[in-house]
C-alpha cells in the first residue's frame, strides 16, 4: 500500500489508492449502463437478425440472469485465487464478448454471448467492491470509496440511455456493445499497476458443487420473479421460484457442513452484517419498483422520447452529488443507524412525492420525487455497503460483496415484480370495458387510439393516461411503506454500531491484519 499517514492507528489510503479507484470506475460504470443501453438497440437488433418474441426477451434477460446467478460463486473464487486476477479475467472475458455480441450473426449466438457478458460481469462487481475493501482500512475513507462506487452505478444506469442513443444515432447497433471495448483494455493495462493483489490465505479448495447449487437456487428464483413481473402469478413461475427456494435450502444446508465453503454462514449470525442484507434488499425493491413507473410516466404520460428522457432523468444527478457530500461529512459524526434512517426517509418523501403526479403536472413533480428516492438510495446503498464488508473479515470480503450484491438483484426484482403488478392491477381496473389491447398496456393504449378517430381515439388515451398514473400512485406508496419500514429497521436493528465503526479483523494482510497477502510478505504488500 501506499498510505500517507494514520488515522487512529490505521493507515490512510495515497495516491496509488484513489487512482486504482478511478481505475474500478470503470468496470462498475459499464456493467450498470449494459442492460440500460440494450433497450435503445433493441428495436435496431429486431430489424437485422430477426429474433422471435421469445428470442428477445432472451436477449434482454440473459445478461441478468447469469449475473445473478454467478454472483456468488465469483466473489468466492476471487478469494481463493485473488481479486485483481478474478478481475483481469472478468475484463478479458466482457471485452472478448462485447466484440461477439458486436458481430453476431444471429439470435442464438447474441443471446449466448449476453451470457458471457453476464459471466463477465459476474466476475468484476464482487472483485472491484472487495478491493476497495482491501484497498482502503480507514472508515471515512472507505465510506468515500464505496460512496464513490455507487455513484458509478447510478450514474452508469442514468447515462447508459443517453450513450445509448448518441450510439445509435450514428452508428449500427453493434457499436453499443463496442464502447465496452475501450475501457476494458484500459483496465487491463492499468490495473497490474495499480491494483493490489488479495487472496485469502487459507481459503481451501474451491467446493463446485455449491458452486452449481447457487447457481441452481439463484437463476429459477430469480426467472419466477421477473415472469410473475411480466405476466402475473401463474404455475410455471411460482413452481420455479419454490424449486430455487427448496435448492437454496440444500445450499445453505452444505455451507453448514462444507470444511470449504462458498459463504460464511456464520456472518449472518452477526446483527450488523444480515439487518444491511436486509435492509440493502428492501432499498433496491423501492428504488427499482419505483424507476419501472417513472421512466414510463415521462415517455409515455408526458410524451418524451426515450432519448429525451433519458436527458431528464441526468436531473438527478446534483441531488445524488449533494447526497453524497453530505453523507461523507456525517459519516464520522453520526451512527449509521440514523444516517441510513434519514436516506431511507428521504426515499419515502420522495416516493410520497410520486404518489402526487396527475397527467397535466408537468415535468417538475415526478423529478423531484425521482431526485429524493435517488439520493436517498445512494446514501443508503452506500451505508449498507460499507456495514456489510467492514463486518466480514478482509479474507471473505469477496463473498461479502457477493452477498450484496446478490441481495440487491433479489430486491429489484421483487420490486419490478410486487410493485409492477400493484401498478398493473390498478390500472387494469381502471381500464375495464376498453378494448382488449388497451386494456393490457398504456403502450397498448397509444397504439390502439392511433387506429381510432381524432375524438375517440384522444377520450381512450386519455382515459389510458389517467390509469396509468393511478398505478405510479399506488406502486409510490407500496414502495413508501417498504422504505419507512426499512428506515425503522434499520434505527432497531443497527444503533449499536458507532460512528466510523471500525472493520472486522482477518487472517488476511490488508491493513487490519498480520496475516500474508497473495504472493508475498508483509513488506512486500506495502511496496505494492
Not at 262 to 276: P, Y
Not at 410 to 437: C, K, N, Q, W
Not at 480 to 504: C, E, G, M, W, Y
Request: glycine fraction near 10%.
Amino acid at each position: 500500500m501506499t498510505g500517507t499517514g494514520t488515522s487512529n492507528g490505521t493507515a490512510l489510503a495515497g495516491r496509488k489508492e484513489w487512482t486504482g479507484l478511478a481505475v474500478l470506475f470503470l468496470p462498475t460504470l459499464l456493467i450498470s449502463m449494459d442492460i440500460s443501453v440494450l433497450f435503445f438497440a433493441l428495436p435496431f437488433i429486431s430489424e437485422d437478425l430477426a429474433p422471435s418474441g421469445t428470442q428477445q426477451l432472451w436477449i434482454m434477460d440473459m445478461y441478468g440472469f447469469v449475473l445473478a446467478g454467478m454472483l456468488i460463486t465469483m466473489g468466492a473464487l476471487g478469494d481463493r485465487i485473488g481479486r485483481r486476477r478474478l478481475l483481469l479475467i472478468g475484463a478479458t472475458a466482457f471485452g472478448v464478448a462485447s466484440v461477439i455480441a458486436a458481430y453476431s450473426g444471429s439470435a442464438e449466438v447474441l443471446i449466448a454471448t449476453r451470457a458471457l457478458l453476464g459471466l463477465g460481469g459476474a466476475t468484476l462487481m464482487p472483485s472491484t467492491l472487495a478491493l476497495i475493501r482491501n484497498m482502503f482500512h480507514d472508515a471515512r475513507q472507505r465510506k468515500t470509496a464505496i460512496s464513490i462506487w455507487t455513484g458509478a452505478m447510478v450514474g452508469g444506469a442514468t447515462v447508459g440511455p443517453i450513450v445509448g442513443g448518441f450510439v445509435l444515432e450514428h452508428f449500427w447497433w453493434g457499436a453499443a456493445f463496442l464502447i465496452n471495448v475501450p475501457a476494458m483494455v484500459l483496465l487491463l493495462v492499468l490495473a497490474p499497476a495499480l491494483l493490489p493483489e488479495y487472496r485469502a490465505p487459507r481459503a481451501g479448495r474451491f467446493d463446485v458443487l455449491s458452486a452449481f447449487l447457487s447457481l441452481a437456487a439463484v437463476l429459477p428464483v430469480i426467472y419466477g420473479i421477473k415472469q410473475m413481473a411480466v405476466h402475473g402469478v401463474g404455475p410455471v413461475p411460482a413452481l420455479s421460484v419454490v424449486v430455487g427456494l427448496a435448492v437454496a435450502w440444500v445450499f445453505v444446508r452444505r455451507q453448514r457442513t462444507s470444511a470449504n465453503p462458498l459463504i460464511d454462514v456464520e456472518l449472518f449470525r452477526q446483527r450488523t452484517f444480515s439487518a444491511s442484507l436486509l435492509i440493502n434488499v428492501l432499498a433496491m425493491f423501492a428504488f427499482i419498483g419505483v424507476t419501472l413507473y417513472t421512466n414510463q410516466y415521462l415517455q409515455l404520460v408526458l410524451g418524451k422520447s426515450p432519448f429525451h428522457a433519458a436527458l431528464w432523468s441526468m436531473a438527478v444527478m446534483p441531488a445524488i452529488m449533494i447526497a453524497m457530500t453530505v453523507s461523507g461529512i456525517l459519516a464520522d459524526k453520526v451512527r449509521p443507524a440514523y444516517l441510513l434512517a434519514a436516506g431511507l426517509l428521504l426515499t419515502t418523501a420522495g416516493a410520497l412525492v410520486l404518489t402526487r403526479v396527475r397527467t397535466d403536472s408537468g415535468i417538475a413533480v415526478v423529478l423531484t420525487g425521482a431526485a429524493l428516492v435517488a439520493a436517498g438510495l445512494l446514501m443508503g446503498s452506500t451505508l449498507t455497503a460499507d456495514l456489510i464488508l467492514a463486518a466480514a473479515p478482509p479474507e471473505r470480503a469477496g463473498s461479502a460483496s457477493a452477498l450484496s450484491e446478490t441481495g440487491s438483484e433479489f430486491g429489484g426484482a421483487l420490486g419490478m415484480a410486487i410493485l409492477g403488478t400493484i401498478g398493473t392491477a390498478v390500472y387494469h381496473d381502471r381500464m375495464s370495458g376498453t378494448p382488449a389491447e388497451a386494456h393490457e398496456t398504456l403502450g397498448g393504449a397509444v397504439a390502439a387510439a392511433a387506429q381510432l378517430p381524432g375524438r375517440t381515439g384522444t377520450e381512450l388515451l386519455d382515459t389510458a393516461r389517467e390509469a396509468f398514473t393511478a398505478g405510479v400512485h399506488a406502486a409510490a406508496f407500496g414502495a413508501a411503506i417498504v422504505t419507512f419500514t426499512a428506515a425503522v429497521l434499520a434505527v432497531v436493528l443497527l444503533r449499536q454500531v458507532p460512528a466510523s465503526a471500525p472493520a472486522a479483523k482477518g487472517t488476511e494482510n490488508d491493513g487490519d491484519s498480520a496475516g500474508e497477502p497473495a504472493g508475498g510478505n508483509a513488506s512486500e504488500a506495502v511496496a505494492r
